[in-house]
């Protein structure tokens, strides 16, 4: 069965500080994605990784992947309030499908 | 403009209604998808075509019934809906070869009462 999962589900962080959302899947696959929620809004792509060892960062996210572990990371350094949203992963199968992971409620508190 | 666009935005409705939402992309992609979000924000693929023919059908019920009358519309059509249907529904598209990323429209959001 394919799984993403992603974890914490749920994130209160203060501002200033460094986080990790880690995203693990079940089944290999080329490619990883990240993208953004803000509460009744659609998603917004944030990352596309593409191969063993890839990193991407785009101001205070970075987003890496090990395709070996199946794992993904999306480090957030220095906590501001505008990145309070929900992020997921997902991950690309075959036959062009993408399976979500979980979410992470992000919320950065003063 | 607005890349993928879909209407309506807002539906509340009666249960055992037919429903329909509508959806268009003017990217000139070959694939579109259907994917419903739960309220815990779950999103769960339904429905793929790529280039008007059906290539993923997730166990959905035989209620909702997809049609893509040309590779830019991908409408939802829900027959006899139930108050588990309530949920927003995201119409998305991508290029369907090289895996490359999914855009979303700006969802639906459908009640059931």
């Known amino acids: 069965e394919l799984k993403v999962e992603q974890n914490p589900l749920f994130l209160s962080m203060q501002e200033g500080k460094n986080y990790t959302i880690y995203c693990n899947y079940s089944?290999?696959?080329?490619?990883l994605y990240w993208y953004r929620q803000d509460p009744g809004k659609s998603l917004e792509s944030l990352f596309v990784?593409?191969?063993?060892?890839a990193v991407k960062q785009e101001g205070r996210l970075m987003a890496s992947l090990d395709t070996k572990a199946r794992l993904s990371t999306l480090h957030i350094t220095a906590a501001v309030h505008d990145l309070s949203a929900t992020y997921f992963c997902?991950?690309?199968?075959?036959?062009?499908?993408?399976?979500f992971g979980t979410g992470t409620s992000l919320t950065v508190i003063p | 403009d607005t890349a993928v666009s879909q209407t309506p935005k807002y539906l509340v409705t009666q249960m055992g209604n037919d429903k329909s939402i509508k959806c268009e992309q003017n990217?000139?992609?070959?694939?579109m998808y259907w994917y419903k979000q739960d309220s815990k924000k779950f999103l769960k693929i339904m429905f793929s075509?790529?280039?008007?023919?059906l290539i993923i059908n997730e166990t959905v019920p035989n209620r909702f019934s997809p049609k893509s009358p040309d590779k830019a519309h991908l409408n939802l059509h829900i027959n006899s809906l139930e108050l588990g249907d309530s949920a927003v529904y995201f119409c998305?598209?991508?290029w369907g070869t090289g895996g490359n990323t999914i855009y979303f429209g700006e969802g639906s959001w459908l009640t059931v009462v």
């Open positions: 997902a991950v690309r199968y075959t036959g062009n499908q993408f399976y």
């Open positions: 089944t290999t696959s080329d490619r």
């Open positions: 990784l593409l191969s063993n060892g």
């Open positions: 990217l000139g992609h070959d694939t």
């Open positions: 075509y790529n280039n008007k023919e």
């Open positions: 998305a598209s991508n």
